[in-house]
């Protein structure tokens, strides 16, 4: 099986401008969850999709969102970028909900904001 | 206080040495996870557990539940084993995962 795939591997945008990052699971996987990993806050949650349903949200502002499509690929989206969102943004895939469900990481989009 | 706190924060072995990193946290947990990274930033799931030791190959986790606290040991330590470990706890319900800071471990030959 292919593994989690995420797209684009890095990004340079300017502040202000907006992003969309994508996540695609590992086939039959239903459930994605995005991480923010920073050098100064270490790895930190963001959201979690399960069935096309935000099912939990990290303590992140509202230009932080996502979604999550029928296929189970997900995407989040960055709006009004400040210098702080430069981070490696994670994805993980696992096969259903719930705190037993081993979780299989993408290799991240790292984002440099300028 | 964050509630995970690992230890040491950095570690730096001889090939062939016994490592052992700790983990700690503070709440309630389900699951305790240990996970791997190397440079360049990809994320291996090591361990998930929620009770007693599990072991694959050279690597060795535990968790005591009544004491809040984990161990990850890695025998015959290799050059190949330098990564940062970080230990996660997932809660009662959802996928949502709480990370430790990590442990940079160097191992030289």
């Known amino acids: 099986k292919a593994g989690v795939t995420q797209t684009p591997r890095y990004l340079i945008k300017t502040r202000g401008q907006q992003v969309t990052l994508s996540c695609s699971p590992i086939?039959?996987?239903?459930?994605v969850s995005w991480y923010q990993q920073t050098p100064g806050q270490g790895l930190q949650f963001l959201f979690e999709?399960?069935?096309?349903?935000?099912?939990n949200k990290g303590n992140f502002p509202g230009r932080f969102s996502g979604r999550q499509f029928s296929n189970s690929r997900s995407e989040m989206n960055v709006s009004t970028l400040e210098l702080g969102d430069s981070a490696l943004y994670l994805c993980?895939?696992?096969?259903?909900?719930?705190?037993?469900?081993?979780?299989?990481f993408g290799p991240g989009t790292r984002l440099t904001v300028l | 206080k964050n509630e995970v706190e690992q230890s040491p924060q950095n570690l730096t072995a001889q090939e062939g040495e016994f490592i052992t990193i700790n983990c700690s946290y503070s709440v309630g947990i389900s699951a305790l996870h240990w996970l791997q990274q190397h440079p360049g930033g990809g994320i291996v799931s090591l361990f998930m557990?929620?009770?007693g030791k599990k072991k694959h190959g050279r690597l060795i986790a535990t968790i005591n539940i009544q004491e809040k606290h984990s161990s990850l040991h890695i025998t015959a330590s290799h050059p190949r084993d330098s990564a940062v470990y970080i230990c996660?706890?997932?809660?009662?319900?959802?996928?949502?995962?709480?990370f430790g800071e990590g442990t940079q471990l160097t191992v030289n030959p």
């Open positions: 999709y399960f069935s096309e349903t935000q099912r």
């Open positions: 996660a706890y997932s809660e009662t319900s959802g996928s949502r995962l709480t």
């Open positions: 993980a895939s696992s096969f259903d909900r719930g705190p037993y469900n081993e979780q299989f």
């Open positions: 557990l929620s009770s």
């Open positions: 086939s039959g996987h239903r459930s």
